[in-house]
Nanobody, 123 residues
Framework: VQLQASGGGLVQAGGSLRLSCAASGLTFSNYAMAWFRQPPGKERQFVASIHRNAINTYYTDSVKGRFTISRDNAKDTVYLQMNTLNPEDTAVYYC?????????????????WGQGTQVTVSS
């Protein structure tokens, strides 16, 4: 199983980025997907998750209204659209896959992880 995250970069505060995570080696539609992030010097934290059929999504409070998680099961890809970015969003962003349909927020609930993509927001 491979999860390949991409789309990170350097952006000014108020800007936008779109992260992508391409999955291979698994039946993508059988997995709930999530994005986590790890700010410098901090633990990995939940950002957003999506049901395997996209019928539900969940967000941590700090990104509600700014970030949108989506998926394309035909392309085996999950996305994270990030708008109105601020310096507190600076982190390495990871995608994760969990067997089954339901979404969870815990790091230990996920079976597979991507390699991470750096997002840096300058003030």
């Amino acid at each position: 199983v491979q999860l390949q995250a991409s789309g990170g970069g350097l952006v000014q505060a108020g800007g936008s980025l779109r992260l992508s995570c391409a999955a291979s080696g698994l039946t993508f539609s059988n997995y709930a997907m999530a994005w986590f992030r790890q700010p410098p010097g901090k633990e990995r934290q939940f950002v957003a998750s999506i049901h395997r059929n996209a019928i539900n999504t969940y967000y941590t409070d700090s990104v509600k209204g700014r970030f949108t998680i989506s998926r394309d099961n035909a392309k085996d890809t999950v996305y994270l659209q990030m708008n109105t970015l601020n310096p507190e969003d600076t982190a390495v962003y990871y995608c994760a896959a969990r067997t089954g349909e339901y979404c969870y927020t815990g790091v230990t609930s996920y079976d597979y992880w991507g390699q991470g993509t750096q997002v840096t927001v300058s003030s």
